[in-house]
């Protein structure tokens, strides 16, 4: 393969008062990859050719304020446009090149409050709001087609907005046994497609989560926790640019959301018992963890059947069973001094699509 990348970036902060500061970020990056052979040709003339190029602008903005001795605000904002240019391509293919745009941001306010006692117990209270979104348009350039004697103009393979909005909080206690912390989070997301083909979705989803640490002694803790997550629905994905479709003489491709489809939903549980001893100069750690994750309407293709013009419509749906990721890790570490350390581990993983 043959790379090619170039980052350049700063950061500039300004204190304001004794208590705020104010920080910007900017990076602008560069990078062109190209695999196959005959590099010495353009993409389309080699026998296989897939390559991208990327040109990329990230800013943010972030402001602290330190209200009092126990809470803090904090705002922030952050864009990033990506312009992409692409080619998956072979056997001299003019019809093997995209272009790829897209805008996103997130945007938001958090507020952090250190109490005294909360249920009788310190706690650190986290609450916030955010919205996030992008853009994004995706087409396959124009190309000739010799066989035919004709020309195809810029084919539009999916141009969507997606936009999401959210509020959560979370609250933490800490004692000298047990340290427990839970939080819900609220997401309203809308996705919308300007193709024609597809229907607008959005749906509002309910996350919580919940986690406890708890000293069983001084060398012996246990941890154990339950987390909700979702992905909502989008169209556009990696695997729909390398798709194999040569069987099936796909020339154009429309993307769409199937009518009623769902978030992706997970559920995952972990458990751990965590061992650590000296013995001498010695240093050891023992962890043992179990891990179990169920997806509930995991996104799936479904392909048409390519018409006279050899359009193949790709409609994401909900698989109709879910899938399971879970497994056991284990860890030894040892130390015999500040200048040597020794780790060791051990994961069996299971995925299994129902």
């Given at each position: 393969?043959?790379?090619?990348?170039?980052?350049?970036?700063?950061?500039?902060?300004?204190?304001?008062?004794?208590?705020?500061?104010?920080?910007?970020?900017?990076?602008?990056?560069?990078?062109?990859?190209?695999?196959?052979?005959?590099?010495?040709?353009?993409?389309?003339?080699?026998?296989?050719?897939?390559?991208?190029?990327?040109?990329?602008?990230?800013?943010?903005?972030?402001?602290?304020?330190?209200?009092?001795?126990?809470?803090?605000?904090?705002?922030?904002?952050?864009?990033?446009?990506?312009?992409?240019?692409?080619?998956?391509?072979?056997?001299?293919?003019?019809?093997?090149?995209?272009?790829?745009?897209?805008?996103?941001?997130?945007?938001?306010?958090?507020?952090?409050?250190?109490?005294?006692?909360?249920?009788?117990?310190?706690?650190?209270?986290?609450?916030?709001?955010?919205?996030?979104?992008?853009?994004?348009?995706?087409?396959?350039?124009?190309?000739?087609?010799?066989?035919?004697?004709?020309?195809?103009?810029?084919?539009?393979?999916?141009?969507?907005?997606?936009?999401?909005?959210?509020?959560?909080?979370?609250?933490?206690?800490?004692?000298?046994?047990?340290?427990?912390?839970?939080?819900?989070?609220?997401?309203?997301?809308?996705?919308?497609?300007?193709?024609?083909?597809?229907?607008?979705?959005?749906?509002?989803?309910?996350?919580?989560?919940?986690s406890l640490l708890y000293n069983l002694s001084h060398h012996l803790q246990f941890r154990t926790g339950f987390?909700?997550?979702?992905?909502?629905?989008?169209?556009?994905?990696?695997?729909?640019?390398?798709?194999?479709?040569?069987?099936?003489?796909?020339?154009?491709?429309?993307?769409?959301?199937?009518?009623?489809?769902?978030?992706?939903?997970?559920?995952?549980?972990?458990?751990?018992?965590?061992?650590?001893?000296?013995?001498?100069?010695?240093?050891?750690?023992?962890?043992?963890?179990?891990?179990?994750?169920?997806?509930?309407?995991?996104?799936?293709?479904?392909?048409?059947?390519?018409?006279?013009?050899?359009?193949?419509?790709?409609?994401?749906?909900?698989?109709?069973?879910?899938?399971?990721?879970?497994?056991?890790?284990?860890?030894?570490?040892?130390?015999?001094?500040?200048?040597?350390?020794?780790?060791?581990?051990?994961?069996?993983?299971?995925?299994?699509?129902?």
């Amino acid at each position: 393969a043959k790379i090619k990348n170039l980052t350049v970036g700063g950061r500039l902060y300004q204190r304001i008062a004794d208590r705020a500061k104010l920080t910007v970020d900017y990076f602008n990056i560069y990078e062109f990859r190209r695999g196959g052979n005959r590099f010495d040709l353009p993409m389309h003339e080699a026998d296989v050719t897939e390559s991208v190029t990327h040109r990329i602008n990230s800013g943010a903005l972030n402001f602290d304020q330190l209200l009092r001795e126990s809470d803090k605000f904090s705002a922030f904002l952050s864009l990033q446009g990506v312009n992409r240019d692409s080619y998956y391509g072979a056997n001299q293919d003019l019809s093997a090149y995209g272009e790829t745009s897209d805008l996103t941001y997130s945007a938001g306010v958090q507020y952090i409050r250190q109490l005294a006692y909360l249920l009788l117990a310190p706690a650190t209270l986290t609450a916030g709001l955010e919205s996030t979104g992008s853009a994004m348009k995706d087409e396959k350039l124009g190309y000739y087609d010799p066989e035919n004697d004709k020309h195809f103009d810029n084919t539009l393979v999916a141009d969507q907005k997606i936009s999401t909005n959210a509020g959560f909080v979370q609250t933490e206690w800490k004692t000298k046994k047990v340290v427990f912390s839970t939080g819900v989070r609220y997401d309203h997301y809308q996705i919308s497609e300007k193709t024609g083909e597809g229907d607008e979705i959005s749906g509002n989803v309910f996350s919580p989560r919940v986690s406890l640490l708890y000293n069983l002694s001084h060398h012996l803790q246990f941890r154990t926790g339950f987390a909700r997550g979702f992905r909502a629905p989008q169209i556009f994905d990696e695997d729909l640019h390398i798709e194999t479709s040569g069987s099936r003489q796909v020339l154009h491709r429309i993307h769409k959301n199937a009518p009623g489809l769902k978030q992706e939903s997970s559920n995952s549980i972990t458990a751990s018992l965590d061992f650590s001893r000296e013995i001498g100069k010695w240093q050891f750690q023992l962890l043992a963890e179990g891990f179990y994750t169920h997806l509930d309407n995991p996104f799936a293709n479904e392909y048409g059947v390519p018409d006279e013009e050899g359009t193949v419509i790709y409609t994401r749906v909900n698989a109709e069973d879910g899938a399971t990721v879970k497994g056991v890790n284990i860890e030894l570490n040892a130390s015999p001094s500040g200048k040597f350390q020794f780790q060791s581990g051990f994961t069996f993983q299971k995925s299994e699509f129902e």
